[in-house]
Every structure is written in structure tokens, then in C-alpha cells.
């Protein structure tokens, strides 16, 4: 087995039984037993959004967010602000900037817009004394909170540019069958190259192949049988062509199997992201990764970039690093996915070039191993590539795409992500809309119908904490909160945290790097968590967990007693539409130390909305 953390699945499944369903009360297997006619409970998702047809919010209606988070990439059919606008309100919660194609000035601009869009965050109840933008229903205070994702390209391998294209739009074909040699010298990638010889930029490429194995270029376009490897430096693999197709110049090549060396950043990477440093960007995706030590190496350049801007004027020392969402896109990345998992903030599911590396039959069932291992170690996970890769055309997805989605938010994802549907499509308004109500639509299924893919993802987290030896407070007053919720049929659970850290004696992540909000999201609560935070970053970075809601506000937790945060963090959450008179709310807080106590603790409180 590749994930032998996975296996957490099989004990998941032994150990969901009639005691931990039973809470569920919606759910029932008498249907089943007796034969009798199912209810489907299947409202139209439409009408459980928080925005009406015209996408405006009302103030007055109350705000039921997702759960599950939408990453879309920005690009140029999305990046200017009025339409940025409308992808932040039909449920946008990060946008990926891919550094593969977008220049310094696209991504400025793209930056300054996402800033610009206000999202339900800024939106107060008119019953608030709070200050009100006049005409508009929104604080001038309480600004969106949206991440934004560096994608890097990494370090890919592609062919060199064709022989006399002067455009960069000339193409050759390659017959199948034809003999075509892949070389790796000067003197062929300066002449160009032909349909029957590729340059390729990876000087170890004769190395890595022998003959059988595959090379795909252009994302599996055309495949290549290897037939002959030349030894030695610069040594020339020779192939014969399985297919008819087309080649441009700087076509990427896939080699499946294979084992490279290559680097965890290109140069390109390097500049990518110190610049994206200087912007404060929350989140860097590593493409290619392949070794835990590659995820180390990123963590050391950032830490250098963080002490060269500081010398700049650009960074203050102590601000939080982005963090690493590691790509597992190679037969390499799942070979050695435990160990990168550890040392990574997060692991997106890289389906694309993942799909030419191993069989495409295996995609699925790779990506559910991945979300199980994410699920166990309660770190967030991004499932990504083609997920309604027809609305970058069409304006309704097919019902593959939408059961791909629906699955994904089964399977446990914290997150689903699009690409060219945004960045370059002709609905991108319409798809991220589209993706938010097929999440909702899950959502409702799982809450009231068949609980058991939430049960298990969160089962797999508390065999993860076991296997840990996970025993502190703040674990055991998160799972409090978690249960609470249930019992009481809370609305929402609201968590105040000085700085969004944990202090921990212990090293294993959750203390290193999980604050409370974190904690209580790896229970999988069946509410949203409405986090307050001071600090702008932190509330950015909790954004890619599923159920968390960050604010940032840094007076909360300054200006007023343990006894009075509470209650304004309520009135807060009222304010903002998530919670209205009557509902039973969970607030979690973590208390500075006084002289009764040496160390900071951590406290759950029950109440109902006045």
C-alpha cells in the first residue's frame, strides 16, 4: 500500500456502529430493514444560499455558509473587479494566483481586487450601533476575509522550442509509429526541434528510462514507448510513437514511473515566491513534491526570504511564513506521502498531471487514500483539476462533474478547487456559484440523511489523535465543543483565541501548529466555527479548513474581560447574519493566565442568543 496511513480507513469502518450513528436523529436505516418507502430529502440547494438570484446579500436573512471551501483560480476572464465581486459573493474563499502564467502585473492587479471585494463579513444587521457605510449595509470596519494561493510552477520538464517558431503557435505532428529520439545537448535545443527530435530539459532524462517505459507529452497527447537508452553523458533515448498527434514548443513531459532528482524549487520558483512574500500571500502550493526533504528545503528558502525582506523594509520578523500546501502530483509524491504529509501544512490532490503518472483508473482511489491520511492527521486537503471543466465552456456542468464534487465533499475534502473554469472560462461566475450549491447540496444530504461519510472522516481524526497520544486540553475542549454542538443543536460554534497558535510542550502538529479553531474543525463538527481573530494572517490561513469562518478583529480580544468577550463575540456573530434570538450557541476561549494559575487555559461555555 502506498498510504500506510490510509489504513486508518478500514479501522474507521470497523468502528462506526450503532453508538456513534445514534446522535444522528434524522438518520435511519428503517427504510432499508423494512423495505419501506425512502423520504429523499432533497431540497433545491438554491435555496439554501445565502445571496439571492442577483447575488446581493440581505441583511436580513440569515447566513448559512458551506462548510466545505471553494480555492478558484483568478485569471483574465475573472480578474477585474467586477467581476472579482461577484466570485467572492457566490462563495470564493481563496484565490490561487498560478505562478505557471501570470506576470507581476496580473497578479497586482488581481491582489488589489480581491481586496476591494467585500464579502458577507462586511455586512451588519441594521439593528447594529456598529459604524455603517451609509447606503451600502456594510461596516467600514469588518473588511472580507479571502486567502490568496501561490501556485508554483515547479520544476517541470518540457520539450524545447520547435525549429523556426518564430510565433510560438507553430506545431509539428508526430506520426504514430514514427521513430522520434529525445535529446538533451545545446546544439539541438538551439537549432529547434523536429517531429523526429525532441529537446528535452533534463540532462539526466537517459538516467530515469529504459525501454517499456512511457513518456508522455502534453499531458498524455502523445505517448512515446522507449526502445533504446543511450548510456553515458548526454545520452540520447530513443522511442517509437503510440499515437498520431500534434506538438508545440515548451510542451510539458510526463515520465511515469520514472524516478528523477529533480529540485524542489526551480529558480523560477525562488523568485516566485519572495516576491509573493512581499505581498503577504497566505498559502504557497508546491508543485512536483516528491520528498518530505523537498518540503523542508521550501520551509529553510522562506525562512531566508523572511530575514533578506526584513533587511528590506518588506517583512517584520515573527509574522507568519505562508504556509505549504505540498502537490502530490507523482508515483514519487505517493511513495513517500506519509512522510511528506508530516512536514507539510497541507496536501492538495493534484488530479492532472497525477493522472498521466499513474493509471488513470487509479486517480480515485489514490485521491481517497489521500483525503483518509489529510482527515487522520486533521490537516486541511485540496481536491483539484477538471472539476467542472465543462462550464469553462457550457453553462451547466454535467452530472459526472457534479457527482465528482458531490464525492469529494463525501470523501472528507476541506476543500474543492477550480482552475481554467475561472481563470480563462466563460461562466466564472456562474461555476463558482454552481460548486457552492452542489457543496451545500451534500452538506444538507449528509446532515440529514446519511451522516456516515462525516462520522467516518471524523472517526478517522480521533484514531489519528490516538495513534498520537493526542491527550491535551485543548484537544479534549474541542472535542467538547464538538459534542456540545450536536447535543444542543447549536448554530454555531464561536472560538476567540488570542493569537490563532497553541502553546504546547509537545511536538507533534497540533501544538506546533493548530490553534483551537483548527482543533475543534478536525472534529468535523456539522456547524460552522465562527473564528475571531487579531491578527490578519492567521485569520487568512484558518481559511482553508473546513467549517472555520475567520474575522479578523483586533480589539475583541483587548478591550474587554473574559466575562464581556463572550458575550460581544456573540452579539458579533448576530450581527453578521450567522446567528439569530434564540439559537444555542458554543463559545470556546483561551484565558491568560492570573495568579491562581500558571498557565494559559482554554474554557467552552453554552448560551442561547438574546
Known amino acids: 500500500m502506498l498510504l500506510s496511513k490510509a489504513a486508518i480507513v478500514l479501522r474507521t469502518q470497523a468502528r462506526i456502529t450503532g453508538n456513534l450513528v445514534a446522535p444522528c436523529a434524522s438518520f435511519s436505516t428503517s427504510s432499508i430493514v423494512s423495505g419501506k418507502k425512502s423520504s429523499f430529502d432533497l431540497p433545491d440547494p438554491r435555496n439554501l444560499m445565502s445571496y439571492q438570484a442577483s447575488l446581493d446579500y440581505s441583511a436580513a436573512q440569515k447566513w448559512n455558509p458551506q462548510l466545505s471551501k471553494i480555492v478558484a483560480t483568478i485569471g483574465p476572464t475573472s480578474e477585474q473587479l467586477p467581476v472579482m465581486k461577484d466570485v467572492v459573493r457566490s462563495g470564493m474563499r ?21 481586496q476591494a471585494s467585500k464579502g458577507r463579513h462586511s455586512l451588519f444587521h441594521p439593528e447594529s450601533d456598529e459604524e455603517i457605510v451609509a ?71 537517459n538516467r530515469c528510462l529504459s525501454p517499456g517505459m512511457k513518456v508522455l507529452l502534453d499531458d498524455g497527447a502523445i505517448i512515446l514507448t522507449v526502445t533504446e537508452v543511450e548510456h553515458g553523458e548526454n545520452g540520447t533515448v530513443t522511442c517509437t510513437a503510440d499515437n498520431t498527434g500534434e506538438i508545440r514548443s515548451r510542451a510539458g513531459v510526463n515520465l511515469p514511473g520514472a524516478v528523477t532528482d529533480l529540485p524542489a524549487m526551480s529558480e523560477k520558483d525562488r523568485v516566485d515566491i519572495k516576491y509573493g512574500m512581499s505581498k503577504d ?41 505562508p504556509l505549504i500546501i505540498s502537490k502530490i502530483e507523482s508515483v514519487s509524491g505517493l511513495n513517500n506521502f506519509d512522510e511528506i504529509l508530516e512536514e507539510s501544512d497541507g496536501i492538495m490532490v493534484a488530479r492532472g498531471d497525477l493522472g498521466v503518472e499513474i493509471p488513470i483508473q487509479q486517480v480515485t482511489n489514490a485521491q481517497k487514500e489521500m483525503v483518509a491520511a489529510c482527515n487522520a492527521a486533521g490537516k486541511p486537503v485540496i481536491v483539484a483539476t477538471q472539476m467542472l471543466e465543462s462550464m469553462a465552456k457550457n453553462p451547466r456542468p454535467t452530472r459526472a462533474e457534479v457527482a465528482d464534487v458531490t464525492n469529494a465533499i463525501y470523501d472528507g475534502a476541506d476543500c474543492v478547487m477550480l482552475s481554467g473554469e475561472t481563470a480563462k472560462g ?14 451545500a ?18 472517526e478517522r481524526f480521533v484514531q489519528g489523535q490516538a495513534d498520537r497520544g493526542d491527550n491535551s ?17 447549536a448554530a454555531a460554534i464561536i472560538v476567540l483565541t488570542s493569537h490563532g497558535v497553541l502553546e504546547c510542550t509537545t511536538a507533534h502538529y ?23 481573530c487579531p491578527n490578519a494572517k492567521v485569520a487568512r490561513q484558518l481559511m482553508v479548513h473546513r467549517g472555520i469562518h475567520p474575522v479578523h478583529h483586533p480589539d475583541l480580544l483587548t478591550d474587554s474581560s473574559g466575562v464581556k468577550r463572550p ?44
Open 135 to 205: 447606503n451600502t449595509g456594510e461596516s467600514s470596519v469588518h473588511k472580507n476575509v479571502r486567502a490568496v494561493l501561490l501556485d508554483t510552477r515547479g520544476p517541470e520538464l518540457r520539450t524545447g522550442k520547435l525549429a523556426g517558431d518564430h510565433s510560438g503557435h507553430e506545431t509539428v505532428q508526430i506520426e504514430s509509429g514514427s521513430t522520434v529520439t529525445l535529446c538533451v545537448t545545446d546544439d539541438v535545443r538551439d537549432n529547434g526541434s523536429t517531429a523526429s527530435q525532441l529537446y528535452i530539459d533534463y540532462p539526466k532524462l
Open 426 to 439: 466563460k461562466y466564472p461566475v456562474q461555476v463558482v456559484q454552481t460548486m457552492n450549491e452542489i457543496i
Open 441 to 458: 447540496s451534500a452538506e444538507h444530504f449528509t446532515r440529514s440523511t446519511m451522516p456516515m461519510p462525516n462520522l467516518m472522516a471524523r
Open 281 to 321: 500571500v497566505d498559502y504557497v502550493a508546491a508543485s512536483f513534491i516528491q520528498t518530505a526533504d523537498g518540503v523542508r528545503e521550501i520551509k529553510q528558502y522562506m525562512e531566508q526570504c523572511a530575514k533578506e525582506l526584513a533587511d528590506e523594509g518588506k517583512w517584520v520578523l515573527g509574522h507568519p511564513l
Open 567 to 610: 458575550a460581544r463575540a456573540i452579539q458579533y456573530a448576530k450581527q453578521f447574519g450567522m446567528v439569530q434570538e434564540g439559537d444555542n450557541v458554543v463559545v470556546v476561549t483561551r484565558e491568560t493566565a492570573c495568579d491562581e494559575l500558571t498557565h494559559d487555559f482554554a474554557s467552552m461555555k453554552l448560551a442561547t442568543v438574546p
Open 473 to 489: 486540553v485543548d484537544a479534549a475542549v474541542a472535542k467538547a465543543a464538538m459534542t456540545a454542538a450536536e447535543e444542543r443543536n
Open 94 to 114: 481563496i484565490m490561487r494566483l498560478n505562478f505557471s502564467h501570470a506576470t507581476v502585473e496580473e497578479v497586482e492587479l488581481r491582489i488589489a481586487n480581491l
Open 510 to 532: 497540533f501544538c506546533r501548529r493548530h490553534s483551537q479553531p483548527r482543533l475543534i474543525a478536525s472534529f468535523r463538527p456539522n456547524v460552522p466555527i465562527l473564528a475571531f
